[in-house]
């Protein structure tokens, strides 16, 4: 399985969907993005994924946030890339049944919703680039099995 991630900022807001991402199913704020379908490369599947999660179109990405590597029963050898995005027109108005809606939110405020998600490896790779305190481009392996989720490596 092949994931994209968009991170879209409006001055200092960052753009956040609102999905069930809790154990339970509890709404809970995170970035846009989703699966790569085949047949898409990379930028495809994230303009794609963005205009659903969000309403926006987005250009092609001009960095790379992270890369997660993540090995899980459920998604053996998942992949997931996160990109930056600067060209974007649009309003925020979700297509996708799953996401209740898209705003933007001044970064410390985006800080602590995404610091309620309960996953590691869905909340830290983006806490530490959002912060600054991992650099840019930096990958995350991790290995989920019976409710543990290990940090292998991060480079």
């Known amino acids: 399985m092949q994931l994209v ?28 993005g989703g699966g790569v379908q085949d047949g898409e490369v990379f930028h495809e ?21 992270f890369v997660m590597h993540i090995d899980s029963e459920r998604y053996p050898s998942a992949l997931a890339i996160a990109f930056e995005i600067n060209d974007w027109e649009g309003e925020t108005l979700p297509e996708d049944d799953e996401i209740a809606e898209a705003a933007f939110f001044p970064l ?3 800080l602590k919703l995404i610091g309620q ?3 590691d490896n869905q909340r830290e790779p983006i806490l530490g680039y959002l ?11 991790w290995r989920n099995r019976d409710d543990q989720e290990v940090l292998l490596g991060r480079w």
């Open 5 to 32: 991630i968009g991170i879209v900022r409006r001055g200092d807001e960052i753009l956040l969907v609102r999905e069930s991402l809790g154990a339970n199913g509890e709404m809970l704020w995170s970035l846009p």
């Open 45 to 65: 599947a994230l303009r794609r994924e963005m205009q659903e999660e969000t309403g926006l179109v987005v250009g092609d990405p001009v960095a790379t946030a």
């Open 108 to 110: 410390p405020e985006a």
């Open 117 to 119: 998600l309960e996953s």
């Open 131 to 141: 912060t600054g305190e991992v650099p840019a481009g930096t990958t995350w392996i």
